[in-house]
């Protein structure tokens, strides 16, 4: 029973820990590394109140460490799927009837976990489990996800308290409900927090959800649901499962209680899914909610007025961090005639400067990318571009995987602005710039808006403040996350509300209030306290 209004403490962001040498965070999370290297887990898939195991064993190796075994997750099939929306089903009343506060304490309380003794544990699956560096990890997997956890308590119940007026002798009010049936979470391998935020920001109002994460981010999603269970996460809530794509949507899909699906995934998987329900819109008992964060082709637009010194940290830091494997990673960079020496000189030194290897080794700046499958095509686009006329390679494009998926920072400089790794999303750390007539920036900004389908992130570089209002008024379609004078990745929760348009989503924010109403269905309640007892209104009256 709800019998106050509760104060709810206001978020702050996470503190970034630096990992210094020396540091007590840096000595413990090495600790951690070793003690997840030597153990092999075996993980369950989540179901209800049940840990499913199955015959058909997956194994999860770092991908730059390829022959290194960190355990096996059992993968399962429709059947699986349809035993986890039976227990999300099962658990909605009571999960949906439980009081707000006791609902937030639940996710406030994992935050806590998180940035306490689960911190290393979180950065240290993720560092292994997807290769990220301890910086990369402790911005994702850490802070992000505390974040996400604790601003979504706040922002929902700010929506809770947005009431409407009452006139005299009638009580209106809004009931912010859950939606009706299950919610489907569908996330990627690049960021824990993604992970973590999809199926949790939609629980959080009280839904219950399916969730299936990719398979190279198992080994952090179940550390992520060690940490839900022990905050007090009922059953049911939060369902985790490992099945392949089309399997899981031949059931949800055509599952007459899909209420909605929160997705982070490939613009083609996201528009297959939008086609295939839409021909079963019939089936279901609502209108499902459809969420997707979904491609990018970002782009850095740099300005003849620009300083050098930042489009090139800009750039390197933008494009290969997490060897460039965000949605929002800087790909396509438009550099004026007037700068393209010493840009060009500062992209060469600078990439010749990372060290690449294993995440354990914490002087590292690029480990490996995700598994086999990203690291042939990442290759093909550097092969292509080595032999294309219209571009070349400037520094790196060495491709090894005898021992991890091992890519070399790239940099393609190309000089038909139309060119594919111009236009198309790799995924990958694969950087080209093309070089552009210094008095052409007008013009070049149209070639910006018009050259990707895609709209997520991009940045202009100028100390020119008219350059910048052009820019932010051209390119306004452009990108959903704009970025003046910086790199168009890092998005922080509360501060900048992340999504993008076009072909990149549905550009619905995670991070902010945005995306919490997607999971809400508003029932507006009108109470009258002296209801007419005639039908007859006064204008009815003889003259």
């Not at 887990?41 to 058909?56: A, C, F, L, Q, W």
């Not at 997750?73 to 349809?82: D, I």
């Not at 690449?356 to 095509?377: C, L, P, Q």
Request: charged share 20%; with cysteine; net charge positive.
């Amino acid at each position: 029973m709800n019998n106050g209004h509760y104060s709810l403490p206001l978020p702050i962001n996470e503190p970034v820990l630096s990992y210094a040498p020396g540091s007590p965070e840096k000595t413990r999370l090495k600790e951690v590394l070793k003690e997840l290297k030597s153990k092999k887990i075996d993980v369950p898939m989540y179901i209800g109140s049940k840990e499913i195991r199955t015959n058909k064993k997956v194994e999860m190796n770092p991908p730059h460490e390829r022959k290194h075994v960190l355990g096996h997750f059992h993968s399962g099939e429709a059947k699986h799927v349809k035993m986890a929306i039976d227990a999300a089903l099962s658990a909605k009343k009571n999960w949906e009837n439980m009081p707000w506060e006791s609902r937030a304490a639940i996710f406030l309380k994992a935050a806590d976990l998180i940035a306490g003794k689960y911190r290393p544990y979180m950065n240290g699956s993720t560092m292994l489990g997807q290769s990220k560096t301890v910086f990369q990890a402790e911005i994702d997997s850490a802070c992000e996800l505390i974040d996400f956890l604790r601003f979504n308590v706040h922002f929902l119940s700010e929506i809770y308290s947005q009431q409407p007026v009452s006139s005299p002798g009638i009580h209106n009010r809004l009931e912010y409900r859950p939606l009706e049936g299950f919610v489907l979470a569908i996330t990627p391998f690049n960021f824990t927090a993604i992970g973590g935020n999809l199926p949790a920001s939609a629980a959080l109002c009280g839904n219950t959800v399916v969730w299936k994460c990719a398979n190279t981010q198992v080994y952090s999603a179940q550390m992520f649901m060690q940490v839900m269970k022990e905050a007090g996460l009922p059953d049911g809530v939060i369902n985790l499962i490992y099945v392949d794509g089309p399997t899981l949507g031949e059931v949800c899909f055509k599952h007459p209680d899909f209420a909605g699906v929160h997705f982070t995934g490939s613009t083609s998987v996201f528009n297959q899914m939008w086609k295939t329900i839409g021909e079963n819109i019939s089936k279901y008992k609502s209108y499902p909610r459809i969420v997707g964060e979904t491609g990018g082709k970002d782009f850095v637009m740099v300005h003849p007025s620009a300083d050098p010194d930042v489009v090139a940290t800009a750039l390197l830091r933008g494009a290969f961090e997490f060897q460039g494997q965000k949605c929002s990673a800087a790909s396509r960079a438009y550099i004026p005639s007037n700068l393209a020496p010493v840009i060009k000189k500062k992209l060469v030194d600078g990439v010749k400067s990372f060290k690449m290897g294993s995440v354990e080794d914490f002087r590292n700046f690029i480990t490996a990318v995700i598994d086999e499958k990203s690291f042939t095509k990442i290759k093909s686009y550097i092969d292509s571009a080595k032999k294309a006329p219209k571009a070349k390679v400037l520094v790196g494009g060495k491709c090894d995987s005898s021992k991890g998926y091992f890519i070399e920072p790239t940099v393609i400089e190309t000089t038909d602005p139309k060119y594919t790794t111009m236009c198309e999303e790799i995924f990958g750390p694969v950087l080209t710039i093309h070089v552009y007539n210094e008095k052409k920036f007008t013009d070049t900004l149209k070639l910006v808006d018009q050259t990707s389908p895609y709209a997520l992130t991009g940045s202009i570089i100028s100390q020119d403040r008219a350059a910048v209002v052009q820019a932010t008024q051209t390119l306004k379609h452009a990108a959903g996350n704009f970025y003046i004078n910086d790199k168009p990745t890092g998005a922080v929760v509360g501060q900048q509300p992340f999504g993008g348009a076009r072909a990149s989503g549905t550009n619905d924010k995670a991070g902010s209030a945005i995306n919490l109403y997607r999971w809400l269905s508003v029932r507006t309640v009108k109470e009258t306290f002296e209801p007419p007892k005639d039908y007859r209104y006064p204008f009815l009256s003889a003259e």
